[in-house]
Nanobody, 123 residues
């Protein structure tokens, strides 16, 4: 059983940056691919980024390519999402999730989820 706890969310102006962190416990961190998803009010949960178990393979949704960077530190059992050039449309609750599959962009494949952290980008 893996427990995930996100942190780092907050209020930022458009064009600003935030770094989200997700700390894992209770499992073998390096056995899981880690994903970030987000959900805006009234919208479905959306894939944002995923990183493979070794960190050698990453994928992003098109809307964040070039602005967001996912990374992981297996020694610290932590995955990060560095967000830059933030836009109001990035406003959402951001969730991290763990999956034993190599790399997946589908939320249904993820077995473990954090409770989320709110990111609000003002215009």
């Amino acid at each position: 059983q893996v427990q995930l706890v996100e942190s780092g969310g907050g209020l930022v102006q458009a064009g600003g940056s935030l770094r989200l962190s997700c700390a894992a416990s209770g499992g073998t961190f390096s056995s899981y691919a880690l994903g970030w998803f987000r959900q805006a009010p009234g919208k479905e949960r959306e894939f944002v980024a995923v990183i493979s178990r070794s960190g050698g393979n990453v994928r992003y949704v098109d809307s964040v390519k070039g602005r967001f960077t996912i990374s992981r530190d297996n020694a610290k059992n932590t995955v990060y999402l560095q967000m830059s050039s933030l836009k109001p449309e990035d406003t959402a609750v951001y969730y991290c999730a763990a999956d034993r599959s190599p790399v997946s962009i589908s939320a249904t494949n993820y077995n473990y989820w954090g409770r989320g952290t709110q990111v609000t980008v003002s215009s």
